[in-house]
């Protein structure tokens, strides 16, 4: 019985309660010891560039406006490509809730940084740096939310997205702040970055947040809403370091799709986020399955009205974008209108992302850097502002600066007898030149009126897909703002939603 | 004393020295109130001499007339008879009344239980083709709900006790095999046949001594012993089965109507073809005819029973191979176990240890549940979508054509090819080691210590052979010349361990002198401590030499890495994490007379998943009973042989906030993840925002039931009513995707009531006027339950799931959808019914409203009969469900044109509104409004039920016949499972707790013989 007992006892001594009620997990790391000096605030910023760099609304804008058509491997088309744009739309939430996570871990950040002192000024200028890129990504997540929600550009006083400069408890539900708010606040961000950068003594790169790319920002915000004089202010200052190539050369300018860091690049690219094998590198597959060739199998091809307008560019003026948009193994039908079978007889690949040839194997073969800022883009917002100024010619004048460095046979400046051809022409020259990089629906929703554009598909596209709608008008609901998506709805009830949904 | 020991001497000596004289044969039958007892004990007291039932319950020894015959029977009094002159002696076990309910850390007898419970014995679930265990429950116990969702062999099955007492914690009861918790979700390497009985606690009384874990019930699980002073008894039972799919009522298109509808609407192969091509047109494929097959499979059992003076052992081993109905799914199993039971001479020292080794082999062709929809991987989604104008007959030219061009609706030929070359299997070991051991320090103490361990090593081996047509089409983008093909394996172990000392109490005073009126009490008290570790590793290899892949292998084949790119660098992972709980608590039991009855637990849980104040929980039960049969003025009434009525009142605890065993380990801290980032930077983010207020989920039962035995126990069962509150919910509160990406976050939310009522009854119809003579007895189980949500910690009381909510005063995931009100015979387009009642073609978010329906089931059970004559017995068993909905998506693909010319669709379309046929059930090919974003009950199907769960046929040889071949019994029967079912849902399997159906693997229909032999 001694003999139980003592093992019955020697059982219950093995074990004490906290070894079973106080497990810490392995490699639990948690906020007191992430943020304990500068370089851990370096370190931090780069979550805050994978949060940003994200290719949601290119592929959204791809997919549901007039810049693609199915590809021989895209089947139906996503309910995007069927313009059936609801509260559960996979993109329109991926764009609400990608760049408020780069807006949520910013303010992490600016939480975590509040606790380091920087020891000397080699730490000092550090930690100036990363919270100036911190601040500038900050603005650009928000100016990507501003674009795609805001009901109405052009209205101070309409609603966008929620604001909010701290960490955001459970219980926080935060209603959407107008537009004339978001702006204030992107401005404020970016003037912080201004300062910040100029005293940690910034260099410029080209995938790192720069003055350049606070300056391009600027414009470009200003522009969305119609600043024109603060954009065109801006846009003057990036193109104080920037110009593009004054004639059109094929191979130089397949460089900077390439990702080629050279000349061309150097001259068209203010800023774009650097993807590498193991970061960031799917943004070819919106596109093509694969490698962005014929047997690549494509999913959605450069739409046929977009094809049609490089293929007569090409042809009348020697535009060297007809060869680098389009992919040059590309099955084109003579006669697309009567093909039997237009998805496969009429195979159109984009090839704007045609990978990275620097990087190896299949991976490579879909994984290109996201040009965020173009030279192209601030002489855009140029003519813009000179439209908005009454100067038609001036508006001209941009335009041309574009073309001479696209047409191989450069074309006298055009002339318009009214704003409203002006800004057609505006419209019409983004709608190639900033092709597949995320501008269109912007674009109609914020220049549509003015110029009068809706999407225009081919008839043949449309008739790709079963879904009975092919065109839609700038004033229809689903282009002028993109649903309040459903997930950010269960969670707070009382937010506003966008006309129409 | 003295002089009564002298007479007894006295007797032997004279019985020992008749012995040579008048030896005789005695048989007989030993029965209990259900029927016969096969594998009872009949011995000679005082001797050596043993026989045992066979599968009739009858027995045939040889005994002088002065011998004593002991009859026994695990879990039953043992009987004795003096043989006197008799040569027949037919003995009934004392039945129920006596019957010991095994109770939580100890086991009481049924006069003395307090608590609500229902006991499964191997008779009622043996023989059964099931290959789980756990599955051979369902429709057997009221209140027990067992849901299948897959049939995949071996695969898991829901177990719901009493409705959903959790919205997302874990929801199953515990599962305690002989003493042992253990995992509830790996019943895959349990084998069936070594399970001798399976109790379920039901009632707080019961399960609130689990504390912690009990909130949902328990199961506990009793293998098969042998019996001390037990000849060696050998039992082989083999089984051949065959497995197929249950087929669908979709109204799907012919080849030729199909491609009318794509030459019609400009789309696919049909617009190509000229009317004339169309009707001649000569393949018309049913590619569920490709993808399933009659699956065969077999078993083989055989177990050994023996026993000593001081020793009882039970071994058995098992081999199972099972064939699913689908390619390429099969599970192959063999299991050893072996249950030793020692004891002290002076009967004060007892010990258990139980002993199982299995190991399982299981093929899947269906993906892991994330990716059941990708089409090139789930021979499921392909069975049901395939166009019904491709030939599987081309593989070898479509497969080729695939691979050159990507086309999905080709997905058929691709998952066929996976078939040929591609494979996903999954091996389990599993060791479940126990001892539970005891020593009675006196009379009245008694101390007691358990330990179990419950060991899972599972790898998983998942393979894209380098000449399959996915691993082609990879290596052709590599380059010209390359070759790719996967292979991935990992490796977990999962190690639970438990140990349980406790201290006993038990004292009978102020009885009579035979015994009776005395009050007894019991006071038990325990220490337990649960510790769980798991450990995963694993690697994905990329690029495999076609030369020498053999799939789990390296040999060479793993192509290294080299300077053209990084394609064949391998990936790799590892993980662990661990859990535990610590516990003490203590119980204390009353009894006067066996007529009234008093019983009280108490316990305290510490679990490490919470932290500070929230750690600990109380958890307690109180619970009475009245023998009314016992009372004197009962006396009189014969009709009612026994009548019990007990109530009891406690709480249990659930610290599972995840569901998983191992899930939401830490969700109480706020944690940063390390990991690559921008440009190839190491950095780091908020992975999780903690939640320091989680604390234990409780469920609080009231519970009020009646066990009856009335008419010579001819109608016996239970009666049961409930009311289940849980309170602190755990459940993903949704936050603003400002707060978390995901949008949710796991909390306790609210609190949700369970109400309900269970009668079980059994009821003997005819009873045999001979002992072959005609048997009748029927059964039926029926539960209702109801549930409400009384309080939902978030604004406006409502958790928004999209199409269901969690809201004050619904049923717990009540569906919210927007009406559906039918076609707009104007245009064609969908109408709906919005928020102020009038018809829409354009709802949003807010014209969703509560349907009234769940998952969950209203009203289900069992009933059946079993019958016997002659040597035939028949059995069958019909189990059903009412008051559950689930969306159809496979329906609404069938109704959605947009799929036209991609996969396969359902001929209603052929009805869709014109404007010459505009009063139609189908909307328009052009409506505008297909995809409205909220989901509309279009597709909402009821899934309500009846079904032939279970039917037996069999004959029981003649033991005359069989003497002569050393056999004692023999029996053969043919099983039928799934064999019909009554429902209003389209597809194969109405039987699910999902939300939605999506081409998912679905339970099949089985067919079995078998035969039972033993010697």
């Known amino acids: ?501 | 004393m003295k002089t009564k020991f002298k007479g007894i001497l006295t007797l032997l000596l004279a019985l020992v020295a008749q012995v040579a004289f008048a030896q005789q044969t005695v048989t007989g039958t030993v029965s209990d109130a259900d029927g016969p007892v096969g594998g009872a004990t009949v011995s000679i007291k005082g001797s050596n001499t043993f026989a045992s039932t066979n599968f009739d319950g009858e027995y045939s020894i040889q005994a002088n007339p002065e011998d004593v015959l002991v009859f026994s029977y695990v879990g039953y009094d043992a009987k004795e008879e003096t043989v006197g002159n008799r040569t027949v002696i037919d003995v009934t076990l004392s039945s129920a009344l006596e019957e010991v309910v095994v109770q939580a850390y100890r086991t009481s007898s049924t006069k003395r239980s307090n608590i609500a419970a229902n006991v499964i014995t191997a008779k009622q679930i043996q023989d059964r083709p099931n290959a789980s265990a756990i599955q051979r429950l369902q429709g057997q116990v009221p209140g027990l709900i067992i849901q299948t969702a897959s049939g995949q062999p071996g695969a898991n099955s829901t177990i719901q006790l009493r409705g959903v007492s959790s919205i997302n914690g874990n929801t199953e009861p515990l599962i305690i095999i002989d003493g042992i918790p253990v995992d509830e979700d790996a019943f895959r390497t349990i084998n069936p046949l070594d399970i001798e009985s399976q109790t379920v606690l039901k009632d707080a009384a019961a399960t609130a001594i689990y504390g912690n874990r009990g909130a949902n019930g328990v199961i506990i699980i009793k293998t098969k012993g042998g019996a001390y002073n037990q000849e060696l008894q050998v039992s082989y039972t083999g089984q051949t089965r065959i497995t197929e799919l249950i087929d669908t009522e979709y109204d799907l298109f012919n080849s030729r109507d199909y491609l009318r509808l794509e030459n019609e609407r400009g789309i696919g192969l049909g617009a190509t073809l000229t009317d004339a091509e169309i009707n001649a047109y000569a393949v018309n494929t049913d590619w569920s005819d490709t993808f399933y097959r009659t699956g065969f499979s077999q078993l083989h059992n055989l177990s050994l029973r023996s026993g000593g003076k001081n020793l009882n052992q039970f071994t058995s081993v098992n081999y199972t191979y099972e064939e699913g109905s689908l390619q390429a799914s099969d599970l192959q199993r063999f299991t050893v176990r072996n249950n030793l039971n020692v004891k002290s001479d002076n009967d004060r020292f007892n010990l258990a240890t139980s002993l199982q080794v299995g190991y399982s082999k299981n093929n899947s062709q269906s993906e892991p549940e994330t990716r059941n929809n990708a089409i090139y991987f789930n021979s499921i989604y392909n069975s049901n979508f395939g166009l019904p104008y491709f030939d599987p007959n081309n593989y070898d030219t479509r497969i080729e054509e695939w691979v050159g061009s990507l086309q999905a609706r080709l997905s058929p030929y691709v998952t066929l090819d996976n078939i040929l070359f591609n494979g996903n299997r999954e091996d389990e070991m599993k060791i479940i080691a126990g001892a539970n051991s005891s020593y009675k320090i006196s009379d009245n103490w008694t101390a007691r210590y358990n330990i179990g361990v419950d060991y899972r090593q599972q790898t998983f081996l998942r393979y894209a052979d380098p000449n399959s047509a996915l691993a082609r089409v990879r290596a052709s983008f590599i380059g010209p010349g390359e070759v790719e093909g996967f292979q991935t394996e990992s490796f977990f172990n999962d190690f639970r361990f438990n140990s349980t000392a406790s201290i006993g109490y038990k004292k009978t005073f102020g009885a009579n002198e035979d015994g009776s009126n005395g009050h007894t009490i019991l006071a038990n008290g325990y220490v337990e401590y649960v510790k769980a570790h798991f450990k995963s590793f694993g690697f994905s290899q990329t690029g495999l030499d076609p030369r020498t892949f053999s799939p789990g292998n390296d040999g060479g084949a793993f192509i290294g890495d080299n300077e053209d790119n990084d394609e064949f660098v391998p990936t790799v992972n590892s993980g662990k994490g661990s859990t535990g709980l610590f516990s003490y608590f203590a119980e204390f039991d009353y009894d006067y007379a066996d007529k009234y009855g008093f019983g009280a637990t108490i316990r305290r849980d510490a679990s490490s998943r919470f932290s500070g104040d929230n750690k600990w929980g109380t958890f307690w039960s109180v619970a009475g009973r009245w023998n009314i049969s016992e009372e004197a003025f009962m006396k009189d009434v014969n009709w009612v042989n026994s009548l019990k009525l007990r109530a009891s009142y406690g709480s249990v605890g659930n610290d599972r906030i995840a569901s998983t065993y191992y899930g939401a380990l830490n969700n109480t801290r706020t944690l940063f993840t390390t990991g690559l980032s921008y440009a190839d930077n190491q950095t780091f983010v908020r992975s999780q925002l903690g939640n320091a207020d989680l604390r234990w989920e409780s469920v609080n039962t009231a519970n009020l039931g009646i066990d009856y035995e009335l008419f010579n126990r001819r109608l016996r069962g239970t009666l049961d009513i409930y009311n289940r509150k849980t309170t602190d919910l755990f459940s993903p509160r949704s936050v603003s995707t400002l707060v978390i990406a995901s949008g949710t976050q796991q909390a306790n939310i609210g609190d949700l009531v369970n109400r309900g009522i269970e009668l079980g009854a059994r009821f003997d119809l005819i009873i045999p006027k001979s002992n072959k003579g005609f048997d009748l007895d029927i059964f039926a189980n029926v539960s209702y339950n109801e549930n409400e949500v009384t309080s939902i910690d978030a604004p406006d009381g409502i958790i928004d799931n999209g199409s269901s909510v969690i809201q004050e005063g619904a049923q717990l995931n009540e569906y919210f959808v927007v009406p559906y009100l039918g076609v707009n015979p104007a245009n064609g387009n969908l109408l709906f019914l919005d928020a102020n009642g009038n018809p829409t073609e354009a709802p949003t978010l807010d014209d969703r409203r509560l349907t009234g329906t769940d998952t969950v089931p209203d009203f289900q059970g069992g009933f059946g009969f079993e019958m016997n004559y002659n040597n035939f017995f028949f059995e069958t068993q019909f189990s059903f469900m009412t008051g559950l909905q689930r969306f159809d998506f496979n329906q609404r693909d069938y109704y959605d044109i947009n799929n036209l010319g991609q996969t396969q669709l359902s001929s209603d379309l052929t009805r869709s509104w014109t404007p010459t046929n505009r009063v139609t059930d189908m909307p328009s090919l052009a409506a505008t409004n297909i995809a409205t974003g909220p989901l509309s009950d279009r597709f909402l199907i009821d899934s309500d039920f009846l079904r032939v769960r279970f039917m037996q046929l069999g004959y029981n040889f003649d033991e005359t016949a069989l003497d002569k071949i050393f056999l004692d019994s023999a029996r053969i029967y043919v099983n039928a499972e799934n064999l019909v079912t009554w429902t209003k849902w389209l597809g194969s399997d109405p039987e699910s707790t999902r939300l939605s159906e999506y081409n998912r693997y679905p339970t099949p229909r089985i067919f079995s013989v078998g035969i039972d032999l033993q010697f």
């Open chain 1, 1 to 501: 019985m001694r003999k139980i007992f003592l093992t019955l006892g020697l059982a219950a001594a093995l074990f004490s309660c906290e070894d079973a009620t106080e497990i810490i997990q392995p490699s639990e790391f948690g906020f007191d010891t992430a943020f304990q000096n500068a370089d851990d605030v370096k370190t931090a910023v780069f979550g805050i560039y994978g949060n940003a760099n994200r290719t949601t609304g290119i592929a959204f804008t791809s997919y549901f406006t007039d810049e693609c058509g199915l590809g021989e491997a895209g089947n139906n088309g996503n309910e995007s490509h069927r313009l059936q744009l609801n509260v559960n739309n996979a993109q329109a939430s991926g764009i609400w809730t990608g760049y408020n996570s780069a807006i949520r871990n910013a303010n992490i950040f600016f939480e975590g940084a509040a606790l380091v002192t920087p020891a000397d000024a080699a730490e000092q200028a550090t930690y100036d740096e990363a919270l100036g890129e911190a601040h500038a990504l900050r603005a650009y997540a928000y100016s990507q939310l501003l674009a795609y929600f805001a009901q109405d550009l052009s209205d101070p006083s309409s609603l966008a997205v929620p604001v909010y400069d701290f960490v955001p408890g459970v219980e926080d539900r935060l209603p959407r702040n107008t537009v004339a708010e978001v702006v204030q606040f992107i401005n404020d961000d970016l003037d912080a970055a201004d300062n910040l950068l100029t005293q940690a003594g910034t260099a410029y790169t080209v995938d790192f947040i720069s003055l350049d790319f606070v300056n391009a920002l600027r414009a470009r915000v200003a522009a969305y809403v119609g600043d024109y004089p603060r954009a065109s202010n801006f846009a003057q200052a990036v193109l104080g370091n920037f110009t593009l190539p004054t004639t059109a050369n094929a191979a130089q300018f397949t460089e900077v799709w390439q990702d080629i860091n050279g000349t061309a690049t150097s001259q068209e690219v203010i800023f774009k986020f650097n993807n590498t094998l193991a970061v960031g590198s799917s943004m070819g597959q919106i596109w093509n399955t694969n490698s962005s060739d014929v047997t690549g199998s494509p999913l959605y091809e450069v739409g046929r009205r977009l094809f049609n307008e490089l293929e007569s560019n090409s042809s009348n003026f020697g535009d060297i974008r007809r060869q680098v948009w389009v992919d040059p193994s590309s099955l084109i039908s003579p006669d697309y209108p009567n093909a039997t079978n237009p998805r496969e007889d009429d195979i159109l690949v984009v090839d704007k992302y045609p990978g990275d040839p620097s990087l190896p194997g299949l991976v490579g073969g879909y994984t290109n850097d996201q040009k965020v800022f173009r030279t192209a883009e601030m002489h855009f917002i140029l003519a813009e502002a000179a439209v908005e100024n009454g100067d038609l010619p001036g508006a001209a004048a941009q335009l041309k600066i574009v073309r001479d460095a696209r047409y191989t046979s450069p074309q006298a400046a055009p002339t318009y007898s009214s704003a409203t051809e002006a800004w057609a022409d505006i419209m019409a020259e983004r709608y190639i030149e900033l092709a597949f990089e995320g501008h269109r629906y912007i674009d109609v929703k914020r220049l549509g009126a003015l110029a009068n554009q809706g999407y225009d598909r081919n008839d043949t596209d449309c008739s790709l897909y079963p879904a009975p709608e092919c065109d839609i008008s700038f004033n229809d609901f689903r282009a002028r703002a993109l649903p309040v998506p459903a997930v950010e709805v269960r969670g707070n009830p009382t937010i506003t939603q966008n006309d129409g949904y």
